[in-house]
């Protein structure tokens, strides 16, 4: 158990440094994929209220960009929301969440 904690410990660790990276370079998907990559490894080591706001982010980042990066960030979050325990908050990502 404490060499799994310590592998998500230096891949939250690369997440952040490339956070940073596309922080520089400007560029909002790339940033935006880092997010919710932080997301996830915080949501693996049971850190959920972390992991939502990254998620959330990352969500609101890509609101008008790319519809498959904005699907995995949408299912890691409605994930983090289900596993914090608000399951209606969950629930409004499958429930009419993709009409545009």
Same mark, same amino acid.
């Given at each position: 158990m404490c060499w799994e904690r310590g592998r998500l410990h230096r891949a939250l660790d690369m997440f952040v440094e490339l956070r940073l990276l596309w922080e520089q370079h400007g560029d909002q998907v790339a940033l935006a994929s880092a997010l919710c990559d932080i997301g996830?490894?915080?949501l693996a080591a049971g850190r959920t209220e972390s992991a939502?706001?990254?998620?959330?982010?990352a969500e609101s980042m890509l609101a008008d960009e790319s519809l498959h990066e904005l699907a995995d960030v949408t299912i890691a979050?409605?994930? *983090?929301?289900?596993?914090?325990?608000? *399951?209606a908050g969950a629930r409004v990502f499958s429930a009419g969440r993709w009409r545009r």
């Amino acid at each position: 158990m404490c060499w799994e904690r310590g592998r998500l410990h230096r891949a939250l660790d690369m997440f952040v440094e490339l956070r940073l990276l596309w922080e520089q370079h400007g560029d909002q998907v790339a940033l935006a994929s880092a997010l919710c990559d932080i997301g996830v490894t915080l949501l693996a080591a049971g850190r959920t209220e972390s992991a939502i706001g990254y998620l959330s982010e990352a969500e609101s980042m890509l609101a008008d960009e790319s519809l498959h990066e904005l699907a995995d960030v949408t299912i890691a979050h409605g994930r *983090a929301l289900w596993d914090s325990g608000d *399951a209606a908050g969950a629930r409004v990502f499958s429930a009419g969440r993709w009409r545009r």
